[in-house]
């Protein structure tokens, strides 16, 4: 038989585009805050900053006559109102002039003293120095209202946040990534919780009226009171109440495996004695002549073991097996073979019919090319898939180079 590619899980594109534009919205939140912290501060920091006078002004505001030096009333106000002084100093570091200068303030300075006070303070007054030709006029503003130091930085550390800066950036963009997931994550939780909790409503409230109209069918379907032909009405009754039984039978059991509600039952399960069961049960209740069934399974393959829940792989036998009953349209009885190989860490259970073969379309919603829900005519298959893969199985579907189709589904031996 000409195999598939091994199957692999599709992605969720619901969840991935979700993903995606939480990341998205993240980022640009993120970016918008900052920017409107940034606004704010930029804003705090104009209201904070203090208005002050420069040396060059004061200098603008100053005139010499002979020896004195002159400042204009208007200026003197605007100092008074800031609270701020000044001073002239000539080359020598002697003052001059000065207006309001504090008590404490000398009227000498050495070059190393102006060097210091054009850098940090003088006596924590902070000081603002203009040099006008020979003159170096001195500003001073009121204590503790500035914060004044030089700030430097090395070469060698600016050249190292250079190359460090996209380390920088690919922290935010993994913060932002966690955030997205973390909030996908919760909305999938919440999405799927509620729709589980919703199936679980709706199958329980169909359960009851179903179990009603079923027991009504069966009635009519064996009263001698009725003619031949209400008694087959009433038999198609039970017939399509047992299949709606079946279908949310199907759509409970697909939810849970799905969204791992679903507490598998593993035990000690002997494959070969699974297969064996399922097929005499079919052989038991087919007609004869419709259903040939071949076991090929050689005598290491009867010691393998898997942990497993019983119920659910035997389940995944049967919805095989009606699926090709269901939809065999070739001529004589329906051939199908079961085999069971026993490879290196897991075991190989094939399951292969004579039928009509799965259409292109099947092989890629069953196969997972396309992440879609399993089409009506395939659920059955649909539910197989889901059993094997809540096993930690792997399964795929082909068809057969001489007609037919196939089913390979492996699992971890214990």
């Not at 001073?87 to 000398?106: H, T």
């Not at 009171?225 to 409970?252: F, G, S, T």
Request: proline letters at 2%; hydrophobic letters at 45%.
């Amino acid at each position: 038989m000409k195999k598939s590619a091994l199957r692999l899980r599709p992605v969720n594109l619901r969840m991935l585009s979700y993903s995606v534009f939480t990341f998205v919205m993240i980022a640009w939140l993120t970016l918008a805050v900052n920017l409107v912290l940034f606004f704010l501060l930029a804003l705090r920091y104009h209201q904070y900053m203090p208005e002050y006078i420069t040396g060059e002004e004061v200098m603008g505001a100053l005139t010499q006559t002979g020896q004195d030096y002159v400042l204009h009333e208007a200026m003197q106000e605007r100092l008074d109102e800031l609270g701020q002084w000044a001073m002239l100093l000539n080359e020598e570091g002697e003052v001059i002039w000065s207006y309001e200068k504090p008590a404490e303030i000398r009227d000498s300075f050495t070059r190393s003293e102006i060097a210091r006070m054009s850098k940090w303070y003088l006596e924590d007054y902070p000081v603002y120095m203009r040099v006008w030709d020979d003159r170096i006029m001195v500003v001073g503003t009121p204590r503790y209202s500035m914060w004044k130091y030089n700030i430097e930085f090395p070469i060698s550390w600016i050249e190292y946040c250079k190359r460090i800066w996209y380390w920088l950036l690919l922290f935010d963009f993994l913060w932002i990534l966690a955030l997205a997931v973390v909030f996908t994550r919760r909305f999938l939780r919440s999405r799927e919780a509620a729709r589980i909790e919703w199936i679980a409503g709706i199958s329980h409230d169909i359960r009851t009226p179903l179990s009603v109209a079923l027991g009504y069918a069966d009635t009519l379907e064996s009263s001698d009171r009725l003619m031949e032909d209400e008694r087959q009405q009433a038999a198609v009754i039970r017939h399509q109440c047992l299949v709606m039984k079946e279908l949310v039978e199907d759509l409970n059991l697909t939810s849970r495996l799905e969204y791992s509600m679903q507490a598998l039952g593993k035990e000690e399960v002997h494959p070969a004695a699974v297969l064996r069961e399922v097929a005499a049960g079919f052989l038991d209740d087919a007609e004869e002549g419709t259903l040939e069934i071949e076991m090929d399974i050689d005598r290491q393959a009867e010691e393998i073991v898997l942990m497993a829940d019983r119920k659910l792989l035997v389940r995944a036998l049967r919805n095989l097996f009606h699926n090709s009953l269901r939809h065999s349209e070739q001529a004589g009885a329906a051939a199908i073979r079961l085999s069971l190989r026993d490879e290196k860490y897991r075991c190989c259970i094939t399951f292969s019919d004579n039928g009509i073969g799965y259409s292109r379309e099947m092989l890629r919603r069953l196969n997972g090319r396309r992440r879609k829900r399993p089409a009506q005519n395939i659920r059955g298959l649909g539910i197989v898939c889901k059993i094997v893969q809540a096993h930690g199985g792997k399964i795929f579907f082909g068809n057969g180079e001489e007609g037919g189709s196939f089913c390979e589904m492996r699992f971890r031996k214990r």
